[in-house]
């Protein structure tokens, strides 16, 4: 939660004109910010001018400077505000309490020693259950009265219960209001020294993010010599005030609980959180309640829903659920009986692959659940083979064969990638680097768009390309809010950044997950990580190149002013080092795994180190591990799995002697144009992940036919062009996470042009690299 929320929300609501205005100050913030970048010291926040003489921030050499007067006399105003309420409203609730009428008599409390619940009248009223507790002690007083007849405070005659009655009935009168002002009085102590606290904390804060986007150094300074000094926070007056809530504890524990400070802090206590429920429900409601009509005001309100638009939105529910999902079923039932495949398992497989296709394209049900249902119905639907006679396997033994090969290296790697990011990113350390280079880039337009692109691009190779634009959203804020309202800037940075994290998802093998889909279809000998840098970082250097002037001519950015995005000034430790130098030892046994196949078998069983390294030292933890993209393992597991069954089944056969014909006459050249253009095109349709689940294995078993060892030359073009395509929205996620990038009043950068006047091109143009440059690199690693 956003600390204007948190300080909405755990405010007095009474007291609310008297808390530091955040907002106020976030504003001379951005204020000061756009001041640095024109090279001026104005600020559009109108602040009363305090004398020198007398202006407490003055009073302090460091905070003298021109660049900071301005922010800190708001400061000022503000924290003077926080001390007239504090100082006015702490002494008042001290001296009602120091005005309570507690003398012995009212406070002794006999030994049958009821609770009181009564609660201030501002909480609720009078209950039931208070009404049971007092008349148990009004019942007790009375036989204490009698016991004690000649007490000199109450004329008691003996056999004259009336008199007593009507004496024990005062005392109870006079013990409940004490006990009220008493939960009153403890309530609005406990609210003075939250109200202390809270404003502390938005100063404090405040005082954080001036530094962070101005780069002073004034938050530390000003706590100790300007804040600390103020009645809220001296030592004197915070004692006094705890000393003020422990005596109002001791005497409700005289009053109502015999004595025991411990029970009645626990009554007191359950008082105040009724108290801040209470409050806290009643402001997020009015929050909840100003901030859309907030919105309704600076966003023009959308047309009330007629009937064509309440049917439109029930016709895309039905769609999702009730329509898409029974057409899948039906096209898998008569698939399996009346498909022209010969054979009875290729038939049966081809119904579940267009199933899947079905459920996958339009995700009615998320991804990794229709990626599980795939083994379920290739057991069922026995679409397995023997390998020797090909005959039908039985279900017992088609699920051994199908589990065997869901968990292979390949889904190794995928987690020993997800290890290295999880400890990059927990550290900071991917921030960290990226905002030392983005520090660098200067204020050209032309300068920071490379730097941002190339940030993204290095990011996803490492960190994903689902998790890198997230990262490099959150790195430009401080660039988008200080651009012109409604600059081109904007748009083409956030559309650089999603095409390039695009980029880097073909960029190594963990980079992405059809890369590891392509590897998996790939035949033997797989490339290692040498030979796949060796293809994918030539081609993605030219991409990103490409793709930035394309940009560059679209949006034309030039002359527009920018900020420069600060470098962080987090300090390195040794768990930060151990994380780099492990990350790098295992990046180098990646890149050598082909030397090293005699001892390790696999790149995937090197995945393990990171795993062991990480989470055996305690830098990751089990909430690490379950935090882990567990959907996308389960999807590759399940992509593993339609594959094994799309071989074992003869399907993969029949379609590869069907497509054969097609380019039959045809070069290798153009056969691999063909290939990677149908990758292309089907992959900005619908998610690069699909597109590699469903084709790679089609592209690799065609290439097997053809002979000459060109299968894997097929595979890693069609591989690196799944990457390619991103002409839409819905072409990957960072274009989705792109495309909800919003504006400080909601407004979204970016539309659906910007996708096709930037991204179509953009794709076209990386697919021309991939058909040449990259068809020559692949035929010089060997394949």
């Known amino acids: 939660m956003k600390f204007t929320h948190s300080l909405q929300f755990n405010s007095v609501p009474e007291w609310i004109d008297h808390y530091i205005d955040y907002g106020l100050l976030k504003k001379a913030i951005y204020d000061a910010e756009k001041a640095q970048l024109d090279g001026s010291s104005k600020s559009d926040v109108s602040i009363p001018r305090t004398p020198v003489e007398t202006h407490p921030s003055k009073q302090v050499p460091l905070l003298e400077s021109s660049s900071n007067v301005n922010f800190l006399q708001l400061v000022d105003k503000e924290l003077e505000k926080v001390v007239r309420w504090y100082d006015v409203k702490s002494a008042e609730i001290l001296e009602r309490f120091s005005r309570l009428n507690l003398d012995s008599e009212q406070v002794a409390t006999p030994r049958n020693k009821p609770k009181s619940h009564l609660a201030p009248s501002r909480l609720r009223s009078y209950s039931d259950s208070d009404r049971e507790d007092n008349a148990n002690e009004r019942t007790a007083l009375i036989k204490t009265q009698r016991r004690h007849s000649n007490a000199s405070d109450v004329d008691v005659e003996v056999g004259n219960s009336n008199i007593i009655s009507v004496d024990v009935d005062r005392i109870v009168r006079t013990r409940n209001q004490l006990k009220a002002k008493l939960i009153e009085i403890f309530v609005q102590l406990s609210e003075m020294k939250s109200f202390a606290e809270l404003n502390w904390t938005g100063i404090r804060k405040g005082l954080k993010k001036y530094d962070k986007v101005t780069g002073n150094k004034v938050k530390d300074h000003y706590l100790q010599t300007v804040v600390a000094q103020k009645s809220p926070y001296q030592e004197k007056n915070q004692q006094n005030i705890n000393e003020a809530i422990d005596a109002v504890i001791s005497s409700y524990a005289k009053l109502a609980t015999g004595g025991d400070t411990r029970a009645a802090s626990r009554v007191l206590s359950s008082h105040l959180r009724e108290q801040v429920v209470y409050e806290r429900n009643t402001v997020w409601r009015d929050m909840v309640s100003r901030d859309r009509k907030a919105n309704t005001v600076r966003v023009a309100a959308p047309p009330s829903p007629t009937i064509t638009d309440r049917g439109a939105k029930l016709l895309k529910c039905l769609n999702r659920q009730m329509i898409i999902i029974p057409i899948a079923l039906l096209v898998l039932i008569l698939g399996a009986f009346f498909l022209p495949v010969q054979g009875d398992e290729a038939r049966c497989c081809l119904a579940i692959l267009l199933f899947a296709s079905i459920m996958w394209c339009t995700e009615a049900i998320p991804l990794f659940v229709t990626a599980l249902m795939i083994p379920l119905l290739a057991i069922v639907m026995r679409v397995h083979r023997d390998h020797t006679d090909l005959h039908r396997l039985s279900s017992p033994d088609a699920t051994k064969e199908v589990f065997k090969g869901m968990f292979s290296p390949t889904i190794m790697l995928l987690l020993g990638g997800f290890t290295i990011a999880a400890a990059l990113s927990k550290y900071h350390i991917a921030k960290l680097l990226a905002t030392q280079v983005l520090s660098r880039a ?63 998802g073909m960029a190594s093998p963990i980079a992405s997950p059809q890369n590891l889909f392509a590897l998996e279809a790939m035949v033997e000998p797989k490339p290692g990580w040498l030979q796949w840098f060796a293809v994918a970082l030539p081609i993605v250097i030219l991409s990103l190149f490409t793709t930035w002037s394309v940009l560059m001519l679209v949006y034309r950015p030039w002359g527009t002013k920018i900020i420069p995005i600060r470098p962080g000034n987090e300090t390195f430790d040794w768990k930060h080092y151990f994380i780099m130098g492990t990350t790098l030892l295992v990046i180098a046994l990646w890149c050598f795994e082909k030397k090293l196949e005699e001892y390790v078998g696999d790149m995937g069983v090197l995945a393990i180190v990171p795993v062991i390294a990480f989470f055996g030292t305690g830098i990751l933890s089990k909430d690490d591990f379950n935090s882990f993209l567990w959907t996308v393992v389960f999807l590759a597991m399940g992509g593993t799995a339609l594959g094994k069954a799309v071989d074992s089944s003869g399907l993969l056969h029949n379609i590869v002697s069907s497509v054969r014909t097609l380019v039959e006459g045809m070069n290798m050249w153009s056969i691999y144009i063909t290939f990677t253009a149908l990758v292309l095109v089907v992959a900005t349709f619908i998610s690069h992940t699909v597109s590699a689940l469903v084709i790679l294995p089609v592209v690799a078993q065609i290439g097997k036919t053809l002979g000459g060892g060109r299968a894997n030359l097929l595979v890693f073009g069609a591989g690196l062009c799944c990457s390619a395509g991103m002409g839409l929205i819905v072409s990957g996620f960072p274009n989705l996470n792109a495309a909800m990038l919003e504006d400080e009043v909601g407004r979204r950068y970016l539309t659906t042009m910007d996708f096709l006047k930037s991204g179509v091109p953009a794709s076209i143009l990386v697919w021309l690299i991939i058909i040449t440059v990259g068809y020559g690199l692949i035929l010089a690693i060997g394949y």
């Open 442 to 504: 200067g204020t050209r337009p032309g300068v920071v768009l490379i730097a941002n692109m190339a940030v993204a691009t290095f990011l996803s190779m490492w960190i994903s390309n689902v998790a890198a634009p997230v990262l490099c959203f959150s790195l430009i804020q401080p660039i988008l809010r200080t651009l012109p309202k409604n600059s081109d800037f904007a748009n083409c940075l956030i559309m650089g950044i999603a095409l390039a994290s695009n980029l880097g």
